[in-house]
């Protein structure tokens, strides 16, 4: 499975940006769950949100709660992460990830398979 993220670039704080996250093809099952980390620079890989495939059943880590929507795309394969009132500490390069399992994975361990990440650059 490869995934393909897409969709970050400059945005002032308090702008918007739609990630998307595409796989290369249809092996997903019931049990995929998809994530979002970000890392920023001189920093660790840290949890962002995650969705469960079959259920569009969410989770996100507390910073973003309110401001990120994470949603998926059964027709297109594609997992998106909308992100509003963004903030210069929002600033990091953020790739989307998948697992098989239903327990909420927030550890880049934890995830199978990484896409090559997308940056996002909020300036203040």
């Known amino acids: 499975v490869q995934l393909q993220a897409f969709g970050g670039g400059l945005v002032q704080a308090g702008g918007s940006l739609r990630l998307s996250c595409a796989a290369s093809e249809r092996t997903f099952g019931n049990s995929v769950m998809m994530g979002w980390f970000r890392q920023a620079p001189g920093k660790e890989r840290e949890f962002v949100a995650a969705?469960?495939?079959?259920?569009?059943?969410?989770y996100y880590t507390d910073s973003v709660k309110g401001r990120f929507t994470i949603s998926r795309d059964n027709a297109k394969d594609t997992v998106y992460l909308q992100m509003n009132s963004l903030k210069p500490e929002d600033t990091a390069v953020y790739y989307c990830?998948?697992?098989?399992?239903?327990?909420?994975?927030?550890?880049?361990?934890?995830?199978?398979?990484w896409g090559q990440g997308t940056e996002v650059t909020v300036s203040s």
């Open positions: 990830a998948a697992r098989y399992g239903m327990v909420w994975g927030t550890t880049a361990s934890a995830y199978d398979y």
């Open positions: 969705i469960r495939w079959s259920t569009g059943n969410t």
